[in-house]
């Protein structure tokens, strides 16, 4: 493998803060937030990491990851997996002993990511309007530790979301996640729906858009 000091990355911003989703909501983590997305998510909040970024370095990466003296990363986007070299960061930053997670949106390959790489794989709904892009190879390909996350803003979503879950046996191989767009839909309605269907999924709020300005970058 080539050396990591000869590969780059396009990177939108590496920060410091509270995990603010997943099954690792509330946990110190290190985002690593990729440029580029080739999708275009209406409910889309990080529209700024499409283009805006510097190269870097692999090993300037990880330097600066070391730095916060944590040992949970998270790699996201952006989609990260359109810049293959996010594959060697991650497996460098598995050999340093961290705990990687890679945020991604389900369209593109994760079969490649090295298995010590806890996966949270979004399915999007079809409020995104971009439910047609899904590649359902990767069903195939989650193992226990990875994360299926549906982000929903409807009543629509949410049989959606009940349909993939029977349909793929979702809850059999990982955990299931359901997550609301914010301010699209009410949380209670989606307590109640998943109480009403008794479905093995777990709800989750975005915790940063609760303690910081739902706006605020870095976070």
Known sequence: ?????????????????LQGESTHMGRPCIFIRLTYCNLRCSYC??????????????SKIIEKVRSYKCKLVE????EPLIQKNVLPLMKALCDSGFEVL??????????????????????????????????????EHLKIGDEVKFVVASQ??????????TAHDLHQRCEVIISPVFNK???????????????????????????????????
């Open 1 to 17: 493998m080539e050396s990591i000091d000869n590969l780059t990355l396009k990177i939108n911003e590496i920060y410091y803060s």
């Open 45 to 58: 909040d990080t529209e700024y990491a499409f283009y805006e970024g510097s190269e870097l370095v692999l």
């Open 75 to 78: 790699v996201t986007g952006g």
């Open 102 to 139: 890679l945020e991604t949106a389900g369209h593109m390959d994760i079969s490649q990511t090295d298995p010590r790489v806890k996966r949270i794989m979004d399915i999007k709904c079809p409020s995104s309007g971009e439910a047609g892009k899904m590649n359902w190879k990767n069903i």
């Open 156 to 165: 629509e979503d949410l049989e959606y979301s009940k349909k993939k879950i």
């Open 185 to 219: 839909i009410s949380y209670q309605e989606i307590a109640e729906w998943i109480l009403k269907n008794n479905l093995p999924v777990r709800m989750q709020i975005q915790l940063h858009k609760m303690i910081w300005e739902p706006d605020t970058r870095g976070v």
